[in-house]
């Protein structure tokens, strides 16, 4: 049983992936599907809703940490989701290159919070196959567009 438990998130967080993956195949291979559906515009739009998505998976950590009354975690949190959403407001051209650089910058808030014990010990090795792909695909559409 408790295999099964530590297989799930690995299952689940690679298919998190495949859009990624899907994004930088399509950029190389043509198919005839809508322009959003393909290559850097899909990967760029998922990207978005998944950094996003790991800023609540911070927020949880954090209300974790120290009771949930650690400041600092808070602004660990909250910050990624902020500097984003100000690359979209302002730098809206250069979202792919922020992307990229902000996925692996996730990692040194996922070592915040696994330093002080709040993410399962699964967390870190996962995370960074996760962030390699996803930099990885990110990096290839972004350099041979």
């Known amino acids: 049983m408790g295999e099964m438990r530590l297989i799930k ?3 689940f967080g ?3 992936t495949l ?3 899907w994004g930088l195949l399509s950029h190389f291979v043509p198919f005839r599907l809508p322009e959003h559906l393909m ?3 899909l990967q760029i739009t998922y990207g978005i809703v998944i950094f996003a998505y790991m800023s609540g998976t911070h ?3 954090a209300a974790l940490l120290n009771g949930g009354e650690s400041t600092s975690a808070y602004i660990y949190a909250v910050v990624p989701a902020l500097f984003l959403f100000a690359v979209m407001l302002f730098a ?3 979202v792919h290159l922020c992307l990229i650089i902000a996925f692996p910058t996730l990692l040194c808030v996922d070592r915040y919070f696994a330093n002080r014990g709040v993410t399962p010990h699964w967390w ?4 960074l196959w996760l962030s390699g792909i996803v930099t990885l695909s990110l990096l290839v559409t ?3 567009s």
């Open 39 to 41: 290559g850097e515009n």
């Open 19 to 21: 859009p990624f993956l």
């Open 59 to 61: 927020w949880n950590f």
């Open 124 to 127: 870190m090795n996962l995370r």
């Open 92 to 94: 809206r051209n250069h």
């Open 142 to 144: 972004f350099f041979t």
């Open 14 to 16: 690679f298919a998190g």
């Open 9 to 11: 998130p690995y299952l």
